[in-house]
């Protein structure tokens, strides 16, 4: 079990890194609209699950960004193995974040509630 400050640090420089290499470095057109939100480490340090955002609410669009996010999933891993300093890189897992979209349907019947007084 690795120490919770070091993977809480750990987590933050996998977020900001990949963050930026999807900005920079991944030129696939189904990953442009792609935000990291999160990052958790597993007790070990060998998993890191992204949790990202999509602009779009299509079922389409979040499975062009799963599918892209997989395939580019080898050359984050690569790159973030010249960013970090640790002995082994952890594998990666991307799940979608659906808690703007929760957030969003929360406001959409607090509105409707207001509306219907």
């Known amino acids: 079990m690795a120490n919770p400050q070091r993977a809480g640090r750990l987590a933050q420089e996998i977020q900001r890194d990949i963050s930026d290499l999807l900005l920079k470095r991944i030129n696939d057109p189904r990953i442009q609209d792609v935000t990291i939100t999160s990052v958790e480490l597993s007790g070990d340090l060998q998993i890191a699950t992204i949790y990202y955002s999509i602009l779009s609410d299509l079922a389409s669009a979040g499975q062009k960004a799963q599918a892209g996010l997989e395939a580019a999933s080898g050359l984050i ?21 659906e808690s703007v979209q929760y957030g969003n349907h929360i406001e959409d019947l607090i ?3 207001h509306s219907e007084k």
Do not use: A, H, Q
Not at 80 to 86: A, C, F, I, N, Q
């Open 77 to 97: 891993r690569k790159e973030l193995g010249s960013r970090l300093t640790v002995y082994k890189i952890p594998e990666l897992k991307f799940i979608r974040d």
């Open 111 to 113: 509105r409707k509630l």
